[in-house]
């Protein structure tokens, strides 16, 4: 019997509803058209979708959104306010890790990015960006 199995079998009710909870993915991306595909794709891969399009409403749903467990956000945004930005406070307020996404690899703020946070650059398949919150994921 698969060690997850056996767990269900002797966890409280409590404890076993939250491993059969899909993952939560905050999709933070200001162009609305890559928004809703990624959306659909992540959703598809069987993940729970918040999408906002904007830094300042992520920061707000990562303050008031206690089921999100992973963020994944376009660096390059309108704004004082980046996905480096978003980033830093999943990290620091919510403990969260933050897969950077970016179509635009020549950008400054795409480069200084590179290294100190997990970049996906754009077009990416969604196999890619899954094994990236798959991975972020098995690091907590």
Known sequence: MPLTKFFKKIASPDV????????????????????????????????????KSSAAAA??????????DIVVSDIVMPGELGGADIAEFAKEMAGLRTILISGFPHHQITIDSLGKYDVVLKPFLIEELDDHIQAALARD
């Open 16 to 51: 076993v509803a939250q491993l059969n909870k899909p993952t939560t993915v905050l999709l933070v991306d200001d162009q609305p058209e890559v928004a809703e595909v990624t959306q659909d794709l992540l959703r598809a891969k069987g993940y729970t979708v918040v999408a």
């Open 59 to 68: 920061l707000d749903a990562l303050a008031t959104n206690p089921d999100i």
